[in-house]
Structure formats: structure tokens, C-alpha cells
């Protein structure tokens, strides 16, 4: 079953056509990758779902609600969450108190309640903390759950961000470059949580990516982009083998080679 569906989508900036008439479904408990050279349109299909950008033709539903030209805060309220590619923290508050950030949209109190901090105020922020406190072990981030962001190394730092998205309860969830950056041993613990999210949480996932190991490793399908159109679709093995592909790779060079596209397309 379909979780998101996006038909024809056009983006334009004046002349200049950053999307046209691009489509795909992502479906229930899906990692679909999303890659192409740079420029290609990959953080403006991004912007669009989240509401950053609104594009003038298209469609866009999830779970058959339209998306399209709504604001991002309503967006994030029907269940799109995102992990940004430039760290977007709290460095002076704690791991903690950054997580539960991500619970603002579930929260339902008034003004006085949350100054007494009674009633459903109380109820609702220990809640946050028990959701929180949650996704701190699930994030194996238990000893630095006190520390304040600013003082973290860059990996762990990424994994708080991946915990905020999370602690808004998406049923999408955009990763914007999650591993961008990281070095091996962070790129190999991203890669382990994100197939858990996948495996135990059940999110669908949409991820923009430029480590191809990875990408091959753990998309269930890819799309590929170009000057902003759709070139390619399918499973790792069709587009490491597409034709188009190579060519978008390979700068328009002529290859029959796939072992050589293979091995490009894995160096990226």
C-alpha cells in the first residue's frame, strides 16, 4: 500500500526548471533512496513534501491527504518529519531537552496550565520525557542524554537530529544526507539504525544520499534524478545497470561496461 504518492511535480524559479513532471509512490515500510549528480533536483523534491517549496503543478498525498500548498508545520502535523543535512540543534540545551522538541506537535495545553504545570500540562510533558527517554536507548545515546548538544562530537550530533525527526511519531520520515560527513564507524552505526527503524518502528523512509555503498546497501527501491527529471526507477541491480544512469554518471561518456558503472556509482 501506497504511503506517499507524487504525480507530474514541476518546480520552477523563473526560467529555470529545478523539477518537471516527476512521480513515484513510496509504499508502507519502504527505504526509498533518491539520488542523482548534484544538482539534479533531490533537495527540491525535499522541499516540496515538507512544504519549503511550493511547486506550481503536481500533486502530492499522504495516505490520500493532499499535501500540496499547505504550510510545513501543517505538513509536519499529518506526519512528515525531517532530518536535516545541516545539523538544525539546540547546542545549548541537552540531548534530552532537544528529543523532546520533536513532541511540541503532540502537545495539547493552555497557556495557564503550562504555567502551573498541572493537569494535562503535567501529563503531557512526562509523557515527552518517557517518549524521549525511549528513543535515547533505541539510539544507544544513554550517557549523554544530560550533555548539552554544543559538546558532542558530529556523529552523535546527527544522531539526536535523527532522534527529534523520530520523536514526532512521522509516518515519513525525509533523511536529508543522514551519513554526510561521518566517518566509517558513524556511517555503519547510522546505516544499523536506520534498518532498525525500518524493521522495528515500520516508517517509510525517503532518503537523499551521496554514499552509494550505502544507498545500494539499504534502498528497496531508487529513483534517480537529472536536471530535474525522472531518469530512473527500480531496485539497486536495475538502476546500477540503467543505461541512463551510467550516462548521467559518466557525464554522457559511451560504456557498455556495468562493471564500471558499478564501481563508479559505488565510489560516489
Known sequence: MSIVTVENLSLRFGGTHALTGVGFEVTEGELFAVIGPNGAGKTSIFNCLSGVYRPQEGSITLAGTPLRGLRPDAIARRGVARMFQ????????TVLDNIKLGRHIHLRYSTVEAALFLGRARRAELAARRFAEGLIEFLELES???HPV???PYGIKKRVELARALAMEPSLLLLDEPVAGMNVEETEDMARFLCDIRSEMGISMIMVEHDMRLVMDLADRIMVLDFGKRIALGTPEQVRRDPAVIAAYLGGADTD?????EALLESR
Open 86 to 93: 545541516n545539523i538544525e540543534l539546540f547546542d545549548n540545551l
Open 144 to 146: 549523554v542524554r544530560h
Open 150 to 152: 554544543g559538546m558532542l
Open 257 to 261: 561496461s556495468a562493471a564500471e558503472a
